[in-house]
């Protein structure tokens, strides 16, 4: 169903009963994203997934910043009538949900970041990013989507997926597709890594549990959570053995046991 949260409209699934879990893509995923990991859970949550500025169903709707969703994420919440929710998000979706707990702590219950990060420490590294996200964007402008699918799925980062089954690397890829390359290119410039804020000099104020997740595989996000996990006040940093950045989709037996053991602490 659509959602109009102000200026904006959002493709919103709102699904079963229980425990709220609120569910957030990485880049180029959609709702059905954790949809192999959700077959896996338990059935005590009710689960609320959204597709991001510029993805799935809700597609292009300008150039959303980080700090902007958050609003509307939760006044998304309020018209759901959650106080409070669980949130898990996935590389971008965790820096998501990690922006959020920092912008409304008190709506959160506790984190669940698989492959995730606060962005980056320092103006420097921030404004790099933000040239090579302007290339991808360019790239997708210029080359369109089936090109730039073709080059995102050999990145480095996926190299663990190689040896995902056919019928699973078809869906990933399937989901890829079905984006608008307008809507990609403002996901870029509005929710990068270098276009949104830093968090790691806030991570000690969150106050809730939080869950790192990380395939032992992805050596990138290995680095990164070691050194949140020495920041935060309440955390469990899980490590999961021959996975690499997607680990709802390498390992998604294991990764819906971690959800259910922490969803019921």
Avoid at 25 to 38: C, L, Q, R
Avoid at 166 to 179: M, V
Wanted: hydrophobic share 40%; net charge negative.
């Amino acid at each position: 169903m659509y959602k109009q949260l102000g200026e904006r409209r959002y493709w919103v699934e709102d699904l079963g009963n229980g425990a709220p879990l609120l569910l957030l893509h990485g880049f180029t995923g959609t709702t059905h994203t954790f949809n192999g990991m959700i077959d896996e859970l338990t059935e005590e949550y009710r689960l609320i997934k959204i597709d991001l500025p510029g993805h799935g169903q809700t597609g292009p709707i300008g150039v959303v910043t980080m700090e902007e969703f958050c609003g509307d994420l939760s006044a998304l919440l309020e018209e759901l009538g959650l106080p409070e929710v669980s949130i898990l998000g996935y590389s971008l979706g965790g820096r998501t949900a990690l922006s959020f707990a920092n912008l409304f702590p008190e709506k959160v219950t506790r984190l669940f970041l698989e492959s995730s990060s606060p962005g980056l420490a320092t103006s420097e590294e921030q404004l790099a990013r933000q040239v090579k996200d302007q290339a991808l964007a360019t790239m997708l402008d210029e080359q369109g989507l089936t090109a730039f699918v073709d080059y995102w799925e050999r990145i480095p980062l996926f190299d663990s997926q190689v040896t995902l089954p056919e019928s699973t690397k078809k869906q990933i890829r399937d989901e890829r597709l079905q984006h608008q390359a307008l809507g990609l290119q403002e996901s870029l410039m509005g929710m990068g890594t270098g276009a949104q804020p830093s968090w790691w000099d806030q991570l000690n104020d969150i106050h809730v549990p939080v869950i790192l997740i990380t395939g032992k595989l992805d050596q990138k996000f290995q680095n990164i959570n070691q050194l949140m996990e020495q920041k935060l006040r309440q955390v469990e940093w899980i490590e999961v053995d021959d996975a690499g950045h997607a680990i709802h989709l390498e390992k998604p037996r294991i990764f819906a046991k971690i959800v259910d053991t922490f969803m019921i602490q």
